[in-house]
Structure formats: structure tokens, C-alpha cells
């Protein structure tokens, strides 16, 4: 993997300074050394040489206009796609509506998408897998789609522990798939990587969004001798619920009578803070916060992560001519409806969408909603708030134990039938239609300005047997146009006009 961009943790940021400035004083001693100067080619000491040119001390400022521009000259066309959750090969199904998806995603210069499943030899690798774990085979069928760069920084990436994120990085990389997101430590996870392309540089940086959803084990920095944890890239956020100032009130008050009874034991916690919030109350741990609709959910970003996030993309937008950022966010922002099924992205991921461009990015994609989100087109980038999954196939022959438990159905005296548990394979979640409707965007630019985008409708199948439900098949008829429409519906807060061409929706993007 490529080695990190970023500095040190910002904890020990003292440490850097006081290393810089030992390095100034050493620099500055061997420049006051009779003759030091003359043996610095360029410098202003000594000779009263130029700042600039061949040899010079001195580095030209950097241009950030053009530092942050796209910088593929001529045509080029990116394939922004969502959640890869492909546990069996896909690529070679004798499906013309499959090999036409694939065929666009093929032809295009760069395609990225996340990689949700996890690769493992199954006939050497002895350690535990899960239910996301498809065959050594997949990773050679993702290349084989298309697909150049991917992230990993998703919820899945260290099921059953760290082992099998390396088992899925190796297959990955012994299939030429370039991927980021996931590293040893922080730094090698959080930094972008890079792939290199006929028409140029491609950087990617994936992050992962852990409010209401855990599961993935953060990475840590290396620092001092410790070698860091390895994991996950991921933005740490605080969730708040919403509620009426007068719930609020009645919650507060039944946390301060219960306050009364700390004195009571011989260990108490502290006291309650002396000057509150009118509107912010911690609860036993759970934060509320008041808002106009009940039942809501509002999130804060760390602030260290999301600074240290941007820095990578602004890092790697620097060292490429295209860059991408990927978030994975299962996020929702109402607990009144069913989980990862939000079809409206909550205010953070906005706001680090917009950050993100203003950092550099060419384009944003949001994944891990399983259903569609808007599109947005920010200061000429294209935003794609929820592109859902483009490969869902699972076909495990068994449902698994997730499945069970969301019917509190115990799976070792229970037979399945199909009919008991109306679920298509997929954790935490009930099979509905909605849940087959996914698109992906075909980005098209002209001497680095984008010009238009195309939205791919996709039909996985909701009433084909299980064996054939989630191919990335191309939506016909009926389904193309209801899937248009309502992207159509969703996307039109963000002032984005999709025209409905045949069997496509298409953003037409003025260069200026």
C-alpha cells in the first residue's frame, strides 16, 4: 500500500514542531560555517544567488488553483457505482441485460465502487468468516467487471477480526485491484491511494460513518514504536435524537431526580453540571437535542477526523488528476423508518459532501443505504448521496443467522421454509422492492470540466428467485421509468433536473 500522506496525530503535534525546530537550528548552524554557503547551489546565502530556478534552495509556491483542478485533459468518463456485496462471480452470467451494464462500466476510463464483501482462498485461509465472505474467485470477477479502484472502509471490512481484512486486501491485490480505506494503521487507511491509468493519476480516500451502526474496528496511528491497530478509516459522529422541548424537559427532570439518590453510595458519580443547555441533554449516554420533528436523528463529525479526512483528499487530490472520495454511511435521519432505508441524506453527510469537493474531490459517492439517494451537482461536481448497492448477491443456499434473529427465531430447532422469513439474504433488514432498485452514475467530462451525467437505472430482481436476485441487470421498461422518476423525486431539493432519455436520466452540467 501506498505510505501515508498524513502527519503526525494532532497529540503529538509537539513533538513534530520540536523535531522542526532542531532541524531549523542544525540548518542554520552549517549555513553560518565559513564557505557553508557556497556549497548550496541557488541559495541567497553568501553569493546573493536567485530564490528560483535549476538547483534552487527555495520550491515555487504552490499554484492551488491548479493543484485543485481536474487535470485530465480532452475526454473522460468515470463510473461512480455503490455497494459491491458479491459473493459469487457475476461477471461471465450469460444476461444481456448484466454484460449491458457491465459493458458501460468497462468501456469507461476509470470505474470505482465499495467493495462490501469480504475475498477469502477458502481452501487454505483457516480463519473465521462471515456471512460477506465470497471465494478468492470474486476478486478476480470485480477486475473483470470493470472496476480499477475501490474502497474498503466499510462495516464489514473485519467481520470475524483482522484477519480476514488482510486475506480480502491480498486477493485484491494478487487480482490487480488497487484499494484504500483499510491499512495496518491509521495512516496507511486514512491516506489516499492511487491508481495509475492510460489517461492519468486516479486518487481515492474511503471513510466510514459510524453513528447509530458499529462493527468495524478503527484504526489507530503508529507513534513512537507502536505499531498502530489495523483497520478502518473511520469518522467518528455523535448522534443526537430529536424531541420536543417539553420531552426534553420531562427527560431532564427524571434525570435530575435520579441525580437526588448519588449521594447514597460510597462511590457516587460526579455531580451534574452546573450550567446546562436548554435544548441538549445527556440522558444516561444517549444524547437528545431539540428539534421540530420528534423521533429524528441528528449527528455531529469528530471534529479531529473530519479535518484529518479532508486533509487526505486535499493530500491526494495534489498527487492526481482525479480524485474520489467514498463514504459508507448507514446513517438514517428518523428511527420512524426501517434501517438503512432513509431515501433523504442526514445534514452531515451533506455537509462532508460539500467539504469534500471543497478539498478537492472530482466526485463524492455515498454508499451503504440500501435504497436511492439524491444526486447533486456542487460547483460543477457531481454528488451521488446514495447509489445502493450495484452487485447484491448473496444466493448462500441458507439464510444467515441475522435472519433468525430479526424473527427471534432460534436457527437450530427452526426449519426454514421461505415463507417463514420473508428475507432476501441480506442482515438486518426485510426483503422489500425498494430495496432492488439501484443505479449507477456515468460521469463524463471534457478537458477537465464535467459536462454530463448519466444515471443508469438498475432492476436486481425483487421477484426473481433468490439465486438470481441482485445482479447488476439494466432496468427495463416499467422499472427504468419508475426508478428515473423518483430519482427525479429526491433529487430535485438539491436543484438538480434529470431529464427522463429512453431508458437513462441525464444531467446535462453548463462547463462554466
Given at each position: 500500500?501506498a ?22 537550528l ?11 554557503a ?20 527555495n520550491?515555487p ?31 461471465k452470467r450469460?444476461?444481456?441485460?448484466v454484460?449491458?451494464?457491465l ?21 487454505r ?8 465472505t465470497?471465494d ?19 462495516n ?7 484477519g ?20 495496518r494503521n ?26 447509530i ?12 514504536g ?13 448522534t443526537?435524537?430529536i ?8 427527560l ?20 451534574l ?14 444524547r ?18 473530519e ?35 432513509s ?7 451533506v ?9 478537492g ?11 436511492l ?8 461536481k457531481?454528488i451521488?448521496y ?10 448462500t ?11 427471534h427465531v432460534?436457527?437450530?430447532?427452526t ?5 417463514d ?18 443505479m449507477?452514475?456515468?460521469c ?52 438538480t ?11 446535462h452540467?453548463?462547463?462554466?
Amino acid at each position: 500500500m501506498a505510505s501515508s500522506l498524513n502527519s503526525p496525530h494532532p497529540f503529538h503535534a509537539g513533538r513534530s514542531v520540536a523535531l522542526l525546530g532542531l532541524a531549523s537550528l542544525t540548518l542554520g548552524l552549517f549555513l553560518a560555517c565559513p564557505g557553508a554557503a557556497q556549497t548550496v547551489p541557488g541559495s541567497d546565502v553568501g553569493n546573493n544567488a536567485p530564490k528560483t530556478g535549476p538547483g534552487a534552495l527555495n520550491s515555487p509556491p504552490l499554484d492551488k488553483e491548479k493543484a485543485m483542478a481536474m487535470k485530465i485533459p480532452g475526454s473522460f468518463t468515470f463510473v461512480a457505482a455503490g455497494d459491491l456485496i458479491d459473493l459469487h462471480p457475476v461477471a461471465k452470467r450469460d444476461d444481456k441485460d448484466v454484460q449491458a451494464t457491465l459493458k458501460i462500466i468497462r468501456d469507461a476510463d476509470a470505474a470505482a465502487a465499495n467493495m462490501e464483501a469480504n475475498i477469502a482462498d477458502r481452501r487454505r485461509y483457516t480463519g473465521s468468516v462471515s456471512d460477506h465472505t465470497g471465494d478468492s474467485v470474486v476478486a478476480e470477477d470485480v477486475k473483470s467487471m470493470g472496476f480499477d479502484i475501490l474502497t474498503r472502509a466499510n462495516n464489514h471490512a473485519t467481520d470475524e477480526g483482522i484477519g480476514i481484512m488482510f486475506e480480502t486486501a491480498r486477493n485484491l491485490e494478487a487480482a490487480g485491484l488497487v484499494y484504500a480505506g483499510t491499512g495496518r494503521n491509521l495512516g496507511e487507511a486514512r491516506a489516499a491511494q492511487f491508481v495509475e491509468l492510460p489517461k492519468g493519476r486516479i486518487g481515492l480516500v474511503g471513510f466510514l460513518s459510524q453513528g447509530i451502526n458499529g462493527g468495524s474496528e478503527a484504526a489507530t496511528y503508529a507513534f513512537s514504536g507502536d505499531p498502530g491497530r489495523p483497520g478502518v478509516n473511520i469518522l467518528h459522529l455523535t448522534t443526537y435524537h430529536i424531541v420536543t422541548q417539553e420531552q426534553l424537559d420531562m427527560l431532564r427532570k427524571m434525570r435530575d431526580e435520579a441525580y437526588t439518590h448519588r449521594t447514597e453510595f460510597s462511590n457516587p458519580v460526579p455531580p451534574l453540571p452546573a450550567h446546562e443547555p436548554k435544548d441538549v441533554l445527556n440522558f444516561w449516554g444517549t444524547r437528545y437535542k431539540v428539534g421540530d420533528v420528534p423521533g429524528g436523528l441528528s449527528y455531529t463529525m469528530n471534529p479531529v477526523d473530519e479535518r484529518e479526512i479532508l486533509r487526505s483528499i486535499r493530500n491526494g487530490k495534489e498527487l492526481s488528476d482525479y480524485m474520489i472520495t467514498i463514504i459508507h454511511s448507514h446513517e438514517d435521519n428518523s428511527l420512524l423508518q426501517m434501517l438503512f432505508l432513509s431515501e433523504n441524506p442526514p445534514e452531515f453527510l451533506v455537509k462532508i459532501a460539500h467539504e469534500s469537493i471543497d478539498n478537492g474531490a472530482d466526485v463524492f459517492i455515498g454508499t451503504g443505504a440500501h435504497v436511492l439517494r439524491g444526486v447533486e451537482i456542487y460547483k460543477g461536481k457531481p454528488i451521488f448521496y446514495g447509489l445502493s448497492s450495484l452487485v447484491n448477491y448473496w444466493s448462500t443456499g441458507n439464510p444467515p443467522l441475522s435472519a433468525y434473529m430479526l424473527h427471534h427465531v432460534n436457527p437450530f430447532d427452526t426449519e426454514y421454509t421461505g415463507t417463514d422469513l420473508d428475507y432476501d439474504g441480506a442482515a438486518f433488514r426485510l426483503a422489500i422492492p425498494i430495496d432492488f432498485d439501484s443505479m449507477f452514475g456515468e460521469c463524463k467530462y471534457q478537458d477537465g470540466k464535467l459536462v454530463e451525467v448519466i444515471l443508469h437505472p438498475i432492476d436486481q430482481g425483487y421477484d426473481l428467485p433468490q439465486a438470481d436476485r441482485g445482479l447488476p441487470r439494466a432496468a427495463h421498461g416499467a422499472a427504468a421509468q419508475r426508478i428515473l422518476q423518483h430519482l427525479q423525486d429526491i433529487s430535485r431539493p438539491f436543484g438538480t433536473k434529470i431529464d427522463i432519455e429512453g431508458e437513462v436520466g441525464i444531467i446535462h452540467v453548463n462547463p462554466s
